[in-house]
């Protein structure tokens, strides 16, 4: 593991980040539901369908109902360090091509979209994300028929992309580069497929911390995409953004037969390119 070539189709994609607060619909017994202060509901409405507009352009999104779940905790315990986890029904997964996952009220709020390389890879989805204020989180999956479907959590969390990061700067940047792959039910077998978790050291700092020393800002460094590959077919694609919390952590599913490598190449804002590779054995 360490510095490696970046293949082409990783290259990056603008990622929209410089999108503008808003104006749109939201309904307001969804709001109260998940105890937002009901004045504050048309502007979260508004903002969002203007945020749709940046992102999805014109294309219309539908409500996903049981095709897609978004789950974070209603108040987190660190705003930079959310846990997100995003599923996609049985019926639904092997269909979906991308999905987006977007932060409302985040400087930066699209924070990642994700994209299927091999049918089901996005079947289960986990991250861990800065929030910056009140927010609704929203998940949209495109769809190989062209439907968006989405669906929304609100979460209590403030100071996320502002936040120091854990421990010393410069020790993590002497990390910077090194992963760590997991399969909490061990590898793929022709007809299982089974989750992977796969971390990458970083600090993937945000722009907006402060030197706690200094005082002087903390440049913006951060990875920006990632591609996995098993036995040589591309898996999944990420492009990132700050939102993304430290020591980047992502969570897929994975099918195949075992035996194959596992590779993950990730490049970051300052285009440092790192990678790991893991045979993955039959399972015991």
Known sequence: MGVAAMPRAIARRPILSGLLPGAAALVAGRAGAQGIE???????????????????????????????????????????LVPVAIALSAAAA???RALYLVVDENPLPLAAVFRAGQPGALRALTARIRVDAYTYLHAVAEMADGRLLETARFVKAAGGCSAPIAGDLEAARQRM????????????????????????????????????????????EYIRALRVTYAGAEVLRIESEIAIAENPTFGFTLAGAPGGELQVVAADNRDRRFEGRWTLGAAG
């Open 177 to 220: 580069g090194r992963m760590r792959m997991s399969l909490p039910e061990g590898p793929p077998a022709p007809g299982r497929a089974v989750p992977v978790q796969v971390a990458v050291s970083h600090p993937n700092t945000s722009g907006l911390q402060i030197d706690q020393l200094t005082r002087l800002s903390i440049p913006a």
């Open 38 to 80: 009901p004045a504050e509901a048309p502007r979260r409405a508004e903002r969002w369908r203007d945020l749709k507009q940046a992102i999805l352009g014109d294309r219309p999104t539908e409500p996903a109902g049981p095709a897609l779940d978004l789950s974070a905790p209603a108040r987190a315990q660190d705003a930079a």
């Open 94 to 96: 092997p269909a979906a």
